[in-house]
């Protein structure tokens, strides 16, 4: 199976300060990248999708300037938590996307836990 | 309204006990209905995936159902195992990646 890394696996930041997550497609060459986000006892949020080589697509209610997202090859995006505040603190997961068969998979990564303090 | 909606949520079992947990969804137009474990602290992985036209998909002791007419699945899990403790997510896809989410049965396997 195709395989999605991020890192770091946690990270604990003072109020005001930017985050950056990695996202890394292993074994595969994802065009298409997804960030969500994932409170407590939440199921996951889709934050935003993200194609390489063009500017991500935000969903409603995501500041795309307070989460910044380059996808600058086909094997990489990042997220960028800028000036982070505790209501940031959360599990982020990206997803790498592989098309295979007219059936899309996404393979998500082991997650990102911050924690603003 | 697209939802998908999991029930219980949350179960506890004794070990090599079986369970079934079930996913209703009003999602449209369906594409497929995947059944994810998320470890705590992990990313979900994958266990089965099912189109419109399959009704069981089996992966070792995980065997899934799908009725596309009454818009249900289930997820049963035979003989289990302390390691099957995670959350177990629903995600119906309705194509090119549009995925929803449920919120998922947490499931506690206690010796």
């Known amino acids: 199976g195709a395989v999605v890394s991020q890192h770091p696996s946690r990270v604990i930041c003072k109020s005001g300060t930017s985050v950056k997550i990695e996202c890394r497609s292993l074994?595969?060459?994802?065009?298409?990248m997804f960030w969500y986000r994932q409170f407590p006892k939440q199921s996951l949020m889709l934050m935003a999708t993200?194609?390489?080589?063009?500017?991500?697509?935000?969903e409603q209610g995501v500041e795309k300037d307070k989460f910044l997202i380059n996808h600058a090859s086909l094997t990489l995006s990042t997220l960028t938590v800028t000036s982070a505040h505790p209501e940031d603190s959360s599990f982020y997961i990206c997803?790498?996307?592989?098309?295979?068969?007219?059936?899309?998979?996404?393979?998500f990564g082991p997650g990102t836990r911050l924690t603003v303090l | 309204k697209n939802q998908v909606e999991q029930s219980p949520q949350s179960l506890i079992i004794l070990e090599g006990k079986n369970c079934t947990l079930q996913?209703?969804?009003?999602?449209?137009?369906?594409?497929?209905l995947r059944w994810y474990k998320q470890d705590t602290g992990r990313g979900p992985v994958s266990l089965t995936i099912?189109?419109?036209?399959?009704n069981t998909k089996s992966n070792g002791r995980y065997t899934a159902t799908l009725d596309a007419d009454t818009k249900q699945s289930s997820l049963h899990i035979t003989a289990s195992q302390l390691s099957d403790s995670a959350s177990y997510i629903c995600?119906?896809?309705?194509?090119?990646?549009?995925?929803?989410f449920g919120k998922g049965t947490m499931l506690l396997v206690s010796p």
């Open positions: 997803s790498g996307r592989v098309d295979r068969r007219n059936t899309d998979t996404q393979y």
């Open positions: 074994d595969f060459q994802a065009t298409t």
């Open positions: 993200s194609n390489e080589g063009s500017k991500a697509t935000y």
């Open positions: 996913c209703n969804y009003t999602v449209s137009p369906f594409s497929n």
């Open positions: 099912m189109t419109f036209s399959e």
């Open positions: 995600v119906v896809n309705q194509g090119y990646s549009t995925l929803t």
